[in-house]
């Protein structure tokens, strides 16, 4: 009777070392960690009057910034009052948030197109910046929000606004094919509705960037 080979046990088992690593390899290169986006992208201050039709950037990554007469303070309002983000995000279609705003909070967002999703915050400098991540396959979406004290010509206080949304992750290009187009052509509108209902919070009038 022909005998097998000792070599083929340890093949095997190497074999399935190596795919074992492959695996965890791709994972966490996979695996979407960042709170950060990948690489700085400039910021152009947006005219509320002529809204561009696109959020300047890339379907992967993209920003708008603008200038409202609303105080620092109501633009955080606005902002971590997650229940009442449908009445500024023209793509939800409801909020939730488990506990209190802050690092590390959870909550649930249902978009009017597509499924229900988690997201996390993940990064927080509070009454300043914070960034919600909403784990996908293989990718995930960020989005950062960030205020800077500012002022007009005149010495008239303002404050600049900035909402910032990128994918990463092994299959962030993909999922930027698909949802980035509509995505861009919403945070203009978005950005706006943030402004004047903060500025109606503050009692102030909307003002030119």
């Known amino acids: 009777m022909p005998r097998h080979s000792d070599h083929s046990v340890p093949s095997a088992r190497c074999a399935s070392g190596v795919l ?20 700085p992208l400039a910021m152009t201050l947006v005219d509320r009057d002529t809204l561009p039709r696109l959020a300047p950037g890339t379907n992967r990554h993209f920003a708008v910034t603008l200038k409202t007469s609303a105080p620092p303070a109501a633009v955080w309002a606005v902002w971590t009052a997650v229940a009442d983000w449908p009445t500024w995000d023209t793509e939800l279609a409801s909020a939730t948030l488990d506990g209190s705003f802050v690092l590390g909070a959870t909550g649930r967002l249902v978009p ?12 927080l400098i509070p009454d300043t910046a914070y960034t919600f991540t909403t784990g996908l396959p293989l990718a995930a979406l960020h989005v950062r929000r960030v205020l800077v004290p500012a002022a007009r010509a005149d010495g008239t206080p303002a404050t600049r606004i900035t909402h910032e949304v990128w994918f990463d992750g092994l299959l962030g ?22 402004a004047a209902r903060a500025e109606r919070m ?6 030119a960037p």
């Open 202 to 207: 503050g009692v102030v009038r909307p003002i």
């Open 173 to 194: 290009g993909l999922f930027a094919s698909r949802f980035g187009p509509a995505f861009r052509a919403a945070l203009p509108r978005v950005v706006a509705a943030v």
């Open 112 to 123: 009017r197109r597509g499924r229900a999703a988690g997201f996390r915050v993940s990064a």
């Open 20 to 39: 074992v690593i492959a695996l965890v390899t791709l994972v966490a290169c996979a695996a979407p960690t960042r709170s950060s986006p990948p690489r």
